[in-house]
Structures are given as C-alpha cells and as structure tokens.
C-alpha cells in the first residue's frame, strides 16, 4: 500500500477491550491485506489494520487471521518478535517509537533517537532518555550486522539510540481470541488488537505538530505482523513479515518507507 491511508476522526472515546465488532470499527477504513515486507506479495495470513482519532487519543486496530493462535511470552518487554506478533511504529523524524504485542497481550516497547539528533543540552536530553540507563544501547538497524555495516548498520542516518526501559504513558492495549491459545487441536480463525495512544504521550514524536492533529496533517506509521513457522521441526529464518508497505528489504526500521497516515475530519 503505497498510497497514503486516511484516520478518520470520531466523536466518541473507545473503549479499549480487543472488540472490533464497535460500530465505531465497522465505519473506519480498513486496509486492504498487508503484503510480504521485501516483496509485496499478499501476506502468508490475512491481516488488516484500521486507524481512527478523536482530540485525546490515537486509535489503532488489527484483526490477524491465524489457524494456530500462540503466545507464549508474559514479561513486558520481552523479545515479542521471537513469538507471532503485531507491531505498530510512530515516526517523529529524529526519533521513533516501536509497539509490539503478542495474543497474550504482552507489550514491548523501545523508544529510538537518532544518534545524530542527540545533543548535549537538546530536546532529547533529558531524564526519561538517560544514554548512561542500563538499558539505554545503540542499534544499526535489522540484519545489519556484518561486514561495512558491522558496527553502524546500513541507514544513511547511522546508529539510534535504543531505550529499552521506555513506556508510553497512558498506553492501553487488549486482545481478542477467535479460537483456542496455544492448543492445535482445532483450528482458530485468528485474533484481534486494539491500541489507544494519548495525543498527550506523543510530544517527542510530534515534530513541531499539532497534537491533536489538524485535519490534512501527516505522519508516518508502520504497521507490521511477524509470524513464527516451524517447517519440518525446523524454524523458518527470518520470520515471514507481513506490513500494509512494502519496504523491498527485510529490515523494519525505515521510518522513509513506512505508511503515510493522513488525519481527516
């Protein structure tokens, strides 16, 4: 989907319970099936996604067609992308947010600065970016470990900054199963994620935007899906990656290839 998608505003506050069947939801656009990330192809499962706002909160939905519904991970934070998951990115130009959740609605979550935009005494140096927090690293991007690209990756931009112990205030998700958690005995038809983000918690991301946003402003966001395959006892590597934009290259983190998401009234 290389056209831009339109959020359209609402009126109303969402609930954020996994159901999809909100009225509210039944009147957003959904997109068409999310397609291979490095080829564009339709995706192995269908999945769909869907995005709405109102003056305080950002919505974001996706309904995952998966005959064996598995989670297995409950500690926050832990490596989502390990298991099958759903992942929502926010672009704020220097830097970026990352969302993942599994069918257990386990979230992890990192905030990324470019390196190039951290500055002593900036607009990034403050307590809740902490570069000296143990759990503040630099990352050069997915896949990009070898050879030139060992130490700084293959972005023009370099190295970011990786805050592992970051939360999103005010962040809520849920999951709804249509089937049976980690039991293969039948076939489940999928599950559903729900995301409310306050507009108020995006003030890193905003970039000199409206937050709320005005009608006609743009962002991008990258809205992803990684599913697990074990073929013959064996896992699949990489994990099959299913986006609403292609990207042409297996790596996620490139915020200049992800979903431009028009805000409408």
């Known amino acids: 989907m290389k056209q831009p998608y339109s959020a359209r505003k609402i009126d ?16 957003a656009a959904w997109s068409p099936r999310f397609v291979d990330m490095v080829t564009g192809a339709p995706g192995l499962y269908n999945t769909q996604s869907a995005i709405l706002w109102n003056q305080t909160h950002l919505y974001v939905a996706f309904r995952a067609e998966e005959p064996f519904v598995e989670a297995h991970q409950t500690e926050r934070d832990s490596i989502i992308f390990l298991e099958n998951d759903l992942e929502l990115f926010i672009d704020g130009g220097d830097c970026y947010y990352e969302l993942e959740v599994n069918a257990r609605n386990t979230v992890y979550e990192v905030f990324f600065i470019w390196k190039d935009a951290y500055q002593r005494g900036g607009r990034f140096d403050v307590p809740e970016f902490d570069v000296f927090h143990p759990q503040a690293v630099t990352f050069g991007g997915d896949y990009d470990r070898s050879g030139a690209s060992f130490w700084y990756g293959t972005h023009p931009r370099g190295l970011r900054w990786a805050f592992l112990n970051y939360d999103l205030p005010g962040l809520q998700t849920a999951v709804q199963i249509d089937g049976t958690l980690n039991d293969n005995r039948d076939i489940d038809l999928g599950w559903t994620l729900e995301i409310g983000i306050p507009w108020a918690s995006l003030t890193h991301l905003a970039n000199g935007r409206s ?8 962002w991008r966001m990258f809205l992803g899906r990684f599913q697990k395959l074990v073929v013959s006892g064996k896992e699949v590597q990489p994990h099959p990656a299913m986006v609403l934009s292609p990207h042409g290259i297996y790596d996620t983190h490139l915020p200049e290839r992800w979903t431009e998401v028009v805000f409408t009234s």
Do not use: F, Y
């Open 12 to 27: 109303e506050s969402l609930p954020i319970n996994g159901d999809l069947d909100k009225p509210v939801w039944q009147q």
């Open 211 to 218: 937050l709320p946003p005005q009608p006609g402003d743009r």
